[in-house]
């Protein structure tokens, strides 16, 4: 490297010794010096300052102490890392291979000193995805509802053939005409919520599912059903909202609020309290009620509450 192109990089190379230290490991000038010198980089002592000055005048925080200097907030602090570092860890719809890949991009992020932990923090996830297209999937779907375009895709499921798992394209590989209206993450996965223009009606799709996305024209449908719907789902079934009221025993109050938020509530007088809740009775939902017992109940409708009554006798000769 040439002295005066390795000079042109001194404040890149400054940042990144800086991006290595803390309030418990600062640097002096001199340790400075040394280090910029590894990289080939002469510097004067006046010239440092002159530097850090400049990089504060930049927007970096750079905390000066007796011992020394440090870089005070940074684009993530540590912890920060972990939590993006864990979901990244825990969502399904990426690839192993693509998990590896943001892991070390993210832990790049913190001091060389807690790089190696972060690249090899591990938790119980659930199963990969193997379709690594998903993100220019992801990236298509996002320009789609942004430009306001209806879109054409195929969508596969999973089938048995000759003894195998295999892909295989749904309503025999004709195309999905659709108008995207949503991204979300349910349970791992991304899901796209959109408005089947075949079926007439809000769809959810698994989006490592979707492939060979082609645009069909500007402006989408279904605008007034998405609005109706948002934040009714269970599960990613779609359908119809309905209001159903809830009796909740007192101590599954938390519960209520985790799912639904803070709804008004009337207190039953017998350890436990009323709550309406506007919902796509699915068979999530229904089996969701279900796992609590007697604890969570359909007062009304009488027709959710029928539905579950079927379901539970359904369970019940199954295992009898």
Partial sequence: MSKSYGQKLK???LLDILRDTDETRPLNATQIINALSLQGISAERKSIYDDLQTLESYGFDIIRTEKGCFLGEREFETVELRLL???VLSSSFIT????AVLVKKLAAFAPKSERASLEARTMQTSVKTVNEKVY????ALQNAIFGDNAISFTYYTYAV???SVEMVPRRNGQKHIVSPWALRFDDGFYYLTAYDEQVHGLRNYRVDKIAAIETVRVGRKGG???SKATG???GMFGGESVSVRLEVASDKLGVIIDRFGRLP???SGRGSFFVTVSVVPSPIFLGWIMSFGGDIKVIDPPETAARIKALAQKNAEIYK
Avoid at 96 to 99: A, F
Avoid at 136 to 139: F, L, R
């Fill in 136 to 139: 220019n999937t992801v990236d």
């Fill in 232 to 234: 009714k789902t269970f």
């Fill in 85 to 87: 570092i864990d979901s």
């Fill in 265 to 267: 509530i009337l207190n």
């Fill in 96 to 99: 192993e291979k693509k998990t």
């Fill in 224 to 226: 007034d059903e998405y």
């Fill in 11 to 13: 404040l890149l190379y």
């Fill in 161 to 163: 053939k000759d003894g």
